[in-house]
């Protein structure tokens, strides 16, 4: 966490809409739970972020880091490689089993190339600062008054064609405000690193395990972070790029139907997880990973 920690001691003041005299402070506890949260303090605010989330975020950036190069090696050989694709699936599943409390994370960073790994670090640690950031940005909602949250609420309608309540317009000013306290030319540096957030939480939403009724979709959230960044009006303005284009293919979360929420979400983690201990059985993923990390760099 020292990357985190530097950047955030250069920031200085955290938002030109802050008062200079606050302060940020991070409180990094070594336990399993990918959880992040952030409360008012004193002058300022503080931070809470655990060693699972870290972990989660490094292995969900190797992993795409990996996933990367294995568009690489299919474009270059002119073919799709299945078994690459199915170890992709796998390593998606198993992140997102981790995040929901079940299963544990595979150990990506002892397979990968020094490289890939070294990528994948860089990009977890720029997406922790934005997570950090975000919550960061629950507690400074929490200090706007009526005026200033529908100020935000009429900007943020035009670009985000989704129906917004409180919760899901108070996710939106955090993804903002994280924008806010770092310098305009490092915007896009902050949006990628986004979407490895974004990119797991499109994950829950195509498998129906997403809590549509509190978050944005990641497709809409990534969307208004560019509007804000980039000066667009329209969603349909945006240029998602490549590597996020698949938010568009995603469509509403999937509701079971007779049973409760919990119910419903427990289910489907249960299947999920026999799918990705169907395919650990079967793919010899280790095996997978290695050799595309060989065929990318020989080329």
């Known amino acids: 966490m020292v990357f985190v920690e530097e950047r955030l001691r250069a920031l200085g003041r955290l938002s030109p809409t802050i008062p200079s005299s606050a302060e940020a402070r991070l409180l990094f506890l070594p336990v399993r739970e990918p959880t992040a949260a952030a ?38 050989l002119g073919t799709t490689l299945e078994q690459g694709r199915r170890v992709r699936d796998y390593l998606n599943l198993r992140t997102l089993l981790y995040f929901c409390g079940r299963s544990s994370l595979p150990n990506l960073e002892a397979v990968v190339s020094p490289a890939v790994r070294t990528k994948g670090l860089v990009s977890a640690e720029a997406a922790c600062l934005f997570v950090i950031l975000h919550e960061y940005g629950h507690a400074a909602y929490g200090a706007l008054d009526r005026s200033g949250r529908e100020q935000f609420a009429a900007s943020v309608r035009l670009v985000t064609p989704e129906e917004l309540n409180s919760a899901k317009l108070e996710e939106l000013y955090a993804d903002r405000f994280a924008l806010t306290c770092i310098p305009t030319a490092a915007h896009g540096v902050l949006i990628h690193a986004s979407t490895l957030f974004f990119t797991l939480q499109a994950f829950a939403e195509e498998h129906g395990l997403a809590r549509s009724d509190y978050h944005p979709s990641a497709k809409n959230r990534l969307a208004a972070l560019l509007s804000y960044a980039e000066g667009a009006k329209h969603t349909e303005d945006l240029d998602l790029g490549p590597a996020t284009r698949q938010f568009a293919k995603l469509g509403s979360p999937k509701e079971a139907e007779g049973v409760g929420r919990q119910a419903a979400f427990g289910h489907r983690l249960d299947g999920l997880e026999h799918v990705a201990d169907a395919l650990e059985a079967s793919l010899g993923w280790r095996e997978s990973v290695a050799s595309v990390c060989r065929l990318a760099e020989s080329f």
């Open 39 to 76: 409360t008012s303090w004193k002058n300022g605010y503080l931070a809470l972020f655990t060693l699972g989330l870290f972990e989660l975020l490094r292995t969900h950036a190797t992993a795409s880091v990996w996933a990367g190069m294995l568009a690489n090696v299919e474009s270059h």
